[in-house]
């Protein structure tokens, strides 16, 4: 097969394949975000996680109040002391998600073949025949013949603990369906998915905007999932309601993209988001499971030459109750990463798996792995191709920095930057050296009180694959002088010896502003 059409370097030798995995300081240039609950928000256990890789929290706000997604916040802010690990935090809407209301908790046994209504009237108690759901408009919205998913929130879809149903009548606003496999529903929380049908409700949620205008502003989130977004006007209208809550305008938004509708209008969403959550659970439901991998690859190529992050979900769901992950998901962890994302997010795995840490180093190796035999060469070319000439000046710079670094062998690229774009763009590159992104402080003022900028700036990377943050000191700000970029630089070396990065005689490839000008320079350390 000619090399030109595959995502590995080729060849690949056997004997590697023999050879045990190095441990590295850096686990792996994929980023890994954790979902923090029950079995991960203990001080010592998101201290593990952020040890083993975990470099962006997330809080789900389907379940929990605020008082206790806080407590959990402070103990991973304990953690982040302790480790000295950066880590960002990430918002997870509940958006217009469909549940079945199940408030005594007792599991719910059902028959294949049986029937079971599903009723808008939140009062009744859920039974093996009726299933209350949050939403009135289902009778509206659904058919005779369509199919809906119940399934215990964040699961891998086991047909045991899930359950699909046919609608086969309406009756006023209850809704008659047949229920085609024997299932027990376990738990308090039951996502209900109808399959390819438009649901009138908004995308965010009054609830939603609760959370964000009280934890999201008190803790400045650095990002917000918007959960089910199915129109590029969905980002628009959450990013104009972040926009007038102080520091939230700096947030980014990360469309995640579950549904036939959300795929129609992938194209203007991808446009208006900062980033992409492909969630593989519910488009797994709403597509024919052959079609699955065909919607991830392209996906995820669209957001790599847009420069923007693409996150995979659902990787290795049966970690949720097991030390190891099965064949087939070690192998999509890798295939995700061949395609080019640019970070897998973990869900039920951390949430409430009994293997949290153990989950995130797992997925860090084979991510590691992964990088090693990724095509970066063949991934370049496309890359430079798709973007055309003439280039902007920022995209040509960060394009040579990378090219530059490759031809001298260099072991790491240290960029600086105010905004963190151009650091950004060198990532869009996937240079196969970590990027050490220097975030410069910019001095603000509000005529009141000083701050500076680039905390925001700085934790943002811990999304992008190879990106690696490091904050400069604020008596060095943006607009410095040559002198005052030396010294940054030489902090910046120090760093990167101390983590094992580079050591004397590496080639460095180092990209930053002098005057107006950009510069791409490469030095030689000395012993």
């Known amino acids: 097969m000619h090399s030109t059409h595959l995502l590995l370097e080729e060849p690949i030798r056997m004997a590697s394949i023999l050879e045990p995995s190095k441990p590295s300081f850096f686990p792996a240039m994929t980023k890994i975000v954790g979902t923090l609950g029950p079995k991960s928000r203990s001080v010592e256990v998101i201290s593990a996680c952020l040890k083993v890789g975990m470099s962006v929290a997330r809080f789900d706000f389907s379940w929990g109040d605020v008082e206790y997604h806080q407590e959990t916040l402070e103990n991973l802010k304990t953690a982040i002391k302790s480790t000295k690990k950066l880590c960002a935090v990430m918002l997870d809407t509940v958006g217009p998600e469909l549940q079945v209301v199940n408030k005594s908790e007792k599991a719910i046994s059902l028959e294949a073949d049986g029937y079971v209504i599903l009723t808008p009237d939140k009062e009744q108690e859920a039974s093996s025949e009726l299933l209350p759901i949050n939403f009135s408009g289902l009778s509206k919205a659904v058919k005779p013949g369509d199919t809906i998913f119940i399934g215990q929130y964040l699961f891998t879809g086991s047909e045991t603990t899930s359950v699909w149903l046919e609608v086969s009548e309406l009756k006023g606003e209850d809704v008659l369906c047949i229920i085609k496999n024997?299932?027990?529903?376990?738990?308090?929380?039951?996502?209900?998915?109808v399959s390819q049908i438009h649901i009138d409700l908004p995308t965010l949620t009054e609830a939603d905007k609760i959370a964000i205008g009280t934890w999201g502003v008190r803790n400045k989130i650095d990002f917000l999932s918007l959960s089910y977004t199915r129109h590029a006007e969905d980002v628009r209208q959450a990013r104009e309601f972040l926009s007038k809550l102080g520091d939230l305008c700096q947030t980014q938004i990360f469309a995640k993209v579950e549904?036939?509708?959300g795929l129609t209008h992938f194209d203007e969403i991808l446009q208006e988001a900062d980033g992409i959550i492909l969630s593989r659970g519910n488009l797994g439901i709403d597509l024919p499971p052959e079609k699955v991998f065909l919607f991830q690859k392209a996906a995820v190529y669209k957001c790599n030459m847009a420069g923007k992050p693409a996150v995979i979900t659902r990787v290795v769901d049966s970690m949720t109750d097991n030390l190891r992950p099965t064949r087939a998901e070690a192998t999509d962890v890798a295939n995700?990463?061949?395609?080019?994302?640019?970070?897998?997010?973990?869900?039920?795995?951390?949430?409430r798996g009994l293997y949290p840490v153990e989950t995130i180093s797992t997925v860090g190796r084979i991510c590691y792995e992964a990088e090693k035999v990724f095509n970066q060469d063949l991934y370049f070319k496309k890359t430079v191709k798709y973007v055309g000439e003439p280039m902007t000046h920022l995209e040509s710079i960060a394009s040579s920095a990378v090219r530059a670094a490759i031809k001298v062998k260099a072991s790491i690229i240290i960029c600086f930057t105010s905004s963190g774009r151009a650091a950004?763009?060198?990532?869009?590159?996937?240079?196969t050296m970590p990027v050490l992104s220097?975030?410069?402080p910019r001095l603000k003022t509000n005529q009141l009180r000083w701050s500076?900028?680039?905390?925001?700036?700085?934790?943002?990377?811990?999304?992008?694959r190879g990106l690696f943050p490091m904050l400069a000191d604020p008596r060095h700000p943006a607009e410095s002088t040559s002198a005052s970029n030396e010294s940054v630089l030489k902090v910046a070396l120090d760093h990167g010896k101390a983590s094992g990065l580079i050591k004397s005689h590496d080639r460095v490839v180092v990209c930053q502003k002098v005057g107006d000008a950009s510069v791409v320079k490469i030095i030689e350390l000395e012993d």
């Open 182 to 193: 024997t299932a027990t529903l376990a738990g308090s929380l039951f996502t209900l998915h």
């Open 259 to 261: 549904s036939i509708e």
């Open 336 to 351: 995700a990463i061949l395609d080019g994302s640019d970070a897998i997010l973990l869900g039920a795995e951390t949430l």
């Open 424 to 431: 950004r763009l060198i990532a869009k590159y996937r240079p």
């Open 438 to 440: 220097v975030v410069i």
């Open 452 to 464: 500076f900028s680039g905390a925001f700036e700085a934790r943002q990377s811990l999304i992008v």
